[in-house]
């Protein structure tokens, strides 16, 4: 018999000795460690073990393997107590059986002082006047800490303790998006040692994406970002299981990829996604972490279909059109502000599987990091929903784009008889005059405060610079009966390109 075991039962030494019985070995070294009634000057009263038992048993066993390999030892055993114990039980126990005693001796040695350093044990004292809190063994031992993933600096918090990762490690999340805000809550999730990730993300590693997606380099432009994110990830933290689908999220696969985790956090640029979430989270019945950053600013909500809370339905019941509020590619970012809001809520996520105090409930947190205040929004849950979401009756399909979008140069549209309107803002108009006479200027609020009405007789083609937010406002025209609109494909940006390259 050899390895590494734990048990809840008293350690029967004597049996454990004659399983390594050997003909072949002529020495034998055991190690036993007793509770004691004192340390540092204060009577024990009694001891509790806890540990975080996958980790430890991988670990354990191979130490022991290792000492085995090394010393050349014959056979070797180690046993931990786990859960109460009393004034003078046996603790541990190591057994070498070995050629001769020197290899024995040695193969013991290293097995007791690196289960001490390495294995993820956590011991709690019980004095006359009180305990010592969990604290992790290695921190007991004299030698320094060997290189390995340690929880222990969270685990001694109260709050979380061996009990709280080990339900971190039995625990699913699913991440929709890898870019500023995903990367902030993969990293905080990993490290915290939720045991399996799903990274759910369609999109490429581009230059422009580095300055806030620190899971990526260089060398990662042109990886799929799921795949990319979890091969750092495996090699920050070996302990966890990282899922990368390199998909986009859809009203045919939201529901089954949702179900996949515990929570779902969405850290995804546009409104579809996150609408989609939302509602896919709702119909599961799981949580959902949301934020969005614009520019210096941060928003973040957690929606609880499982308590009965509200959702992004509640406040906005049809999703806001993507394009009509800018992205990071067109509002800009620095990259602060989507970690601290990706930090924030990774720190929700786990509050949501520890079950710790303080959880967004029905409200919207604010942060602005230029000025670091934050608010927190009311944002109770819609009359009508009570026992389920009245807003939410099915995951359904968006409405194809294609038929609102062309494909033509600014001159070919004017003379296939569009009228071209411009609806970017005065401040981007004068960076990037538009290359055509005769074209008309609304800026996009302007179009759509209603004052404005397009004569029903003519076709318009409206302009952005990357063809979103006229696509939005296309989408929204139409909706308003104003049917005889399209969106430029691409924008002014790539017609200019396009022009220039001839």
């Not at 090394?70 to 107590?81: L, P, Q, S, T, Y």
């Not at 013991?108 to 390495?118: A, S």
């Not at 625990?171 to 993969?186: F, K």
């Not at 970002?225 to 750092?232: H, I």
Request: hydrophobic share 45%; aromatic share 4%.
């Amino acid at each position: 018999m050899n390895g590494f075991e734990f048990t809840h039962r008293p350690i029967d030494a004597a049996a454990l000795t004659g399983s390594l019985a050997d003909p072949a070995a002529g020495g034998f070294a055991a190690f036993e460690g007793w509770v004691r009634d004192h340390n540092d000057g204060r009577r024990v009263a009694r001891l509790e073990y806890e540990a975080f038992e996958e980790l430890a048993l991988r670990e354990g066993r191979r130490i022991v393997a290792e000492a085995i390999r090394r010393h050349g030892a014959r056979r070797a055993h180690c046993v931990h107590r786990l859960g109460a114990l009393e004034v003078g039980e046996l603790a541990v126990w190591v057994g070498v059986a070995s050629a001769h005693r020197a290899e024995a001796f040695a193969a013991c040695r290293q097995i007791i002082d690196e289960i001490k350093h390495l294995v993820p044990i956590w011991k709690k004292e019980h004095f006359d006047d009180g305990d010592s809190g969990w604290v992790n063994c290695a921190h007991c031992a004299e030698a320094a800490q060997a290189p390995g993933f340690d929880y222990s600096r969270q685990i001694a918090l109260p709050e979380i303790g061996a009990a709280g990762q080990r339900r971190l490690a039995e625990s699913a999340v699913v991440v929709v998006g890898a870019g500023g805000l995903g990367c902030a809550v993969l990293a905080g999730l990993a490290g915290a040692g939720v045991g399996t990730l799903v990274i759910v993300d369609h999109d490429v590693v581009e230059p422009a994406n580095l300055h806030r997606q620190p899971l990526y380099s260089t060398n990662d432009i042109g990886r799929p970002k799921a795949g990319a994110a979890a091969s750092r990830l495996a090699a920050y933290n070996p302990t966890i299981q990282l899922r990368p689908l390199p998909v986009r999220l859809t009203p045919a696969n939201a529901a089954g990829l949702v179900a996949q985790g515990d929570v779902v956090v969405d850290c995804s640029d546009n409104f579809a996604t996150k609408f989609l979430v939302n509602d896919a989270a709702v119909l599961a019945g799981r949580p959902a972490v949301l934020a969005s950053v614009y520019q210096y600013e941060g928003q973040l909500q957690v929606v609880r279909p499982d308590a009965d809370g509200s959702c992004l339905r509640c406040q906005w019941p049809e999703a806001t059109r993507d394009g009509l509020v800018g992205n990071c590619a067109e509002s800009g970012v620095i990259g602060p502000v989507p970690a601290v809001l990706g930090n924030l809520q990774a720190m929700e996520v786990l509050k949501l599987l520890l079950g710790l105090p303080g959880q967004l409930r029905n409200e919207l947190l604010l942060v602005d990091l230029l000025d670091l205040s934050q608010r927190r929004l009311q944002a109770p849950r819609a009359p009508e929903c009570k026992g389920r979401c009245a807003r939410i009756a099915e995951l359904a399909a968006p409405v194809p784009a294609g038929t609102l979008e062309v494909s033509v140069s600014l001159a070919e549209a004017a003379l296939q008889g569009y009228r071209i309107i411009d609806i970017r803002e005065p401040d981007e108009c004068l960076a990037l005059p538009m290359p055509l006479p005769g074209h008309e200027a609304i800026p996009l609020g302007q179009l759509l405060d209603g004052a404005t009405r397009l004569d029903p007789g003519l076709r318009y083609l409206l302009v952005c610079s990357s063809g979103r937010r006229s696509l939005a406002a296309a989408e929204l025209l139409r909706a308003d009966d104003q049917g005889n609109v399209w969106s430029l494909r691409g924008g002014l940006t790539v017609t200019m390109r396009t022009q220039n390259a001839k």
